[in-house]
């Protein structure tokens, strides 16, 4: 196959459309821009494509050869967080035209590495085999299922054999990509509760039942139970961000609010998490004559992203003719939550970390800190382990099926 030419034709493309969708970018839901910048490159590069919501668009190239169909996924939307002009070491190489909104994540690197492969695999489509399925979803940093529901519902009749998506990574040196098998990203359950007390005047707590005071205990007492009766063998992250309630000094408000979430690899787990915060909350605030109410997303949310054990194999097998033998490692599993998890569980699956990490280029932030910022060089690297993965496995005999829960 014709890979090192057309490898080399995307060079440019790939560092220049991530630049131009890192100045687009708009946040979760809201990505009106950078959604048709995504659908004018695919129109350029000749695809068939169908939009399956408002922001969410799947494109398709079909061979007419016998092989396996592969689905390629790229989020798309951005944070509403003010980007810092400089990185960890230097001034950036471009800003965010909204000052309300920036790429914190990565997405911007995520959608140009899909739309350089697919432009590679456009340049050798008489060589492939099997039929590719591109996927841009929005609204992933939300949770809120819009985009990735409207993908899967459109999959569903596609008969998919495998999906591959990249998540760039500050915690892997630049350069190196990991396929691991197993648990990725966490699960993620909600934790939100409004604890109603009866107002009154500062001066005297016990003509009121002070909501403040109940929430605090709430998260006090939380962290004994997590300690407690969480299994021993098994994570469960307790993230109470917020706790508010009241405004003046010296008036006890009639309600306040606790939030945050619970991140883990066990769902049962994850369950039992949310089940002793609603414990917690409801015998905590009956303490402090108070009550509570639930919102609704105070339950698991997202399960954790499982790579699938057959398919990374097959991925650190298939991947060095691509990109060398020396950049597939192994890293640490993250504590933050994907919507790639719903694809995971319904179709074998690689969710591949792609490390950004470089001193020299300030590119180790934080994954959401203003600081945050990749290292431009390691797109190619994406680029090549999409492409490589898909018309791999493409080529795999039709008749052989991996299990989704291998």
């Excluded at 996927?135 to 008969?159: H, M, P, W």
């Excluded at 650190?316 to 933050?336: M, R």
């Amino acid at each position: 196959m014709r890979f090192k030419d057309a490898f080399e034709h995307v060079e440019n493309y790939v560092i220049e459309t991530r630049r131009e969708l890192h100045r687009l970018a708009e946040p979760s839901d809201q990505e009106k821009n950078t959604f048709a910048f995504i659908i004018e490159e695919i129109r350029k590069l000749g695809f068939s494509y169908e939009i399956v919501e408002e922001f969410t668009v799947v494109a398709k190239l079909q061979t007419g050869r016998n092989g396996k169909t592969v689905a390629l996924r790229a989020d798309i939307d951005g944070l509403p967080v003010k980007e810092n002009k400089h990185n960890l070491k230097r001034e950036r190489t471009c800003i965010s035209n909204r000052p309300d909104a920036s790429h914190m994540c990565g997405h911007d690197a995520h959608v140009a590495m899909l739309l350089a492969s697919m432009k590679v695999l456009k340049e050798i489509q008489d060589e492939l085999v099997g039929t590719y399925y591109f996927c841009f979803e929005q609204g992933e940093e939300l949770g809120r299922r819009k985009g990735v529901t409207a993908i899967l519902n459109y999959l569903d009749e596609q008969c998919i054999d495998t999906v591959w998506a990249i998540h760039v990574y500050n915690k892997l040196k630049a350069g190196k990509i990991c396929v691991d098998a197993g648990p990725r990203m966490a699960g993620v359950a909600g934790a939100m509760v409004k604890v109603i007390g009866k107002g009154g005047h500062g001066s005297r707590p016990d003509l009121s039942n002070n909501p403040v005071y109940a929430a605090a205990n709430i998260l006090v007492n939380l962290g004994g139970v997590f300690t407690n009766r969480i299994d021993a063998n098994e994570t469960v992250t307790c993230g109470i961000t917020t706790l508010t309630g009241g405004g003046t000094p010296n008036v006890f408000s009639d309600e306040a609010i606790l939030a945050g979430t619970f991140r883990f690899f066990n769902v049962e787990e994850g369950r039992k998490a949310v089940d002793l915060f609603k414990n917690v909350s409801e015998h905590t605030a009956a303490m402090y004559d108070c009550f509570v109410e639930f919102d609704e997303k105070t339950k698991v949310l997202g399960v954790p992203v499982i790579t699938n054990k057959e398919c990374s194999e097959f991925a650190k097998k298939s991947l060095p003719e691509f990109i060398g033998d020396n950049c597939i490692t192994s890293c640490d599993k993250w504590y933050a939550s994907e919507s790639f998890s719903a694809y995971t569980s319904m179709y074998p699956s690689v969710f591949a970390f792609l490390g950004i990490d470089n001193e020299e280029e300030g590119s180790g932030a934080e994954h959401h800190s203003e600081f945050f910022d990749i290292d431009e060089k390691v797109l190619m690297i994406g680029v090549k382990a999409t492409v490589g993965y898909a018309t791999s496995f493409a080529k795999i005999n039709k008749e052989e099926k991996i299990d989704v829960g291998s």
